[in-house]
């Protein structure tokens, strides 16, 4: 059809365009807040950044009403499995950030209860940096991952890695510091 023929108040465009721009604005985010991180998350949702203006500030604690999951925090393994669940609940598309240090490299918990970055578990779209990460960065991670649904809408065939059982890390884990040749002891007495 010769667009000439439209009238003014006729927009053309493609509805993969149509469908990534109602997706990208109204992202419901599933916060996975476990610590500090999560004290930002929550001030990236009240009126001071309001998320709002980016139409991401319908928390839902429902993860069959969510598409953004947001790790806020550091994650113990006993922890994993909980949180692959929830991933697995959540509606597709959907997409995850991992925020903080913690969240994405285990921070300064460097312990073998606590996971050295939730990608080796569950497949993450954006890291936001810091300890914690302020409200801004956060938006700007959310902002990239509307450029994201932007690009693509959906994720890529198999660009997502299948998720592993939680049941051990598959990074080899750093052994603690010991103090040498200082014989360990229990209330006084050598073990
Ligand atoms: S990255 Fe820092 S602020 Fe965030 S959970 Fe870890 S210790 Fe707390």
Redesign the pocket.
């Known amino acids: 059809m010769d667009t000439q023929q439209l009238p003014d108040n006729v927009l053309t465009t493609q509805l993969k365009k149509v469908v990534n721009w109602a997706r990208r604005s109204s992202l419901w985010p599933m916060p996975f807040a476990?610590?500090?991180?999560?004290i930002?998350l929550m001030a990236t949702a009240a009126s001071r950044y309001d998320l709002a203006r980016f139409g991401a500030e319908a928390m839902r604690f429902s993860p069959r009403q969510s598409d953004l999951m947001i790790v806020?925090?550091?994650v113990c393994i006993k922890m994993m499995p909980v949180l692959q669940h929830i991933y697995q609940q959540m509606t597709e598309p959907k997409w995850v950030i991992s925020?903080?240090?913690?969240?994405s490299t285990g921070?300064?918990?460097d312990a073998y209860a606590t996971i050295q970055g939730v990608d080796q578990f569950m497949p993450v779209d954006v890291y936001v940096p810091?300890?914690?990460?302020r409200p801004e960065t956060l938006i700007e991670g959310i902002m990239a991952i509307q450029r994201i649904v932007d690009q693509d809408g959906l994720p890529p065939k198999g660009g997502r890695r299948p998720l592993k059982l939680a049941v051990e890390p598959s990074y080899k884990p750093t052994p603690q510091p010991m103090a040498v040749g200082v014989p360990l002891t229990a209330g006084g007495r050598p073990v």
């Not at 476990?34 to 999560?38: H, I, L, R």
């Not at 925020?99 to 969240?103: K, L, R």
Request: hydrophobic share 35%; glycine share 24%.
């Open positions: 476990t610590a500090c991180c999560g930002e806020a925090g550091r925020m903080g240090a913690c969240a921070g300064v918990f810091g300890c914690p990460p």
